[in-house]
Nanobody, 124 residues
């Protein structure tokens, strides 16, 4: 199985930026998806951004379109999430999800492997 490790979280003020990285223990498959989810206390886990590992497709939650960008860094074997213009409502634990097993990319049950998460806190 693929081991995932998120990094890059932190605390920033509204309008700031963070770059999250999801490092995989091996190269991702071009036939699947790798995604970022987030979960705030008391709320359900929601898909934020998804990347088709063949580079063809991306998906973003409406709430982050134009602000977040998901990308793959082959030199580091990571999938990154660049987050700009952060808002307090972006505050959550952010998780990397991989080993897509079918279904909709923004459904948590579509993934077989999850990282431990990295905390993002945005204050005003």
């Amino acid at each position: 199985q693929v081991q995932l490790a998120e990094s890059g979280g932190g605390s920033v003020q509204a309008g700031g930026s963070l770059r999250l990285s999801c490092e995989a223990s091996r190269y991702t498959s071009s036939r699947t998806w790798i995604s970022w989810f987030r979960q705030a206390p008391g709320k359900e886990r929601e898909g934020v951004a998804a990347l088709a590992t063949n580079g063809i497709g991306t998906k973003y939650a409406d709430s982050v379109k134009g602000r977040f960008t998901i990308s793959q860094d082959n030199t580091k074997n990571t999938v990154d999430l660049q987050m700009n213009s952060l808002k307090p409502e972006d505050t959550a634990m952010y998780y990397c999800a991989a080993d897509f097993r079918g279904g909709l990319p923004f459904l948590p049950g579509s993934y077989a492997n999850w990282g431990r998460g990295t905390q993002v806190t945005v204050s005003s």
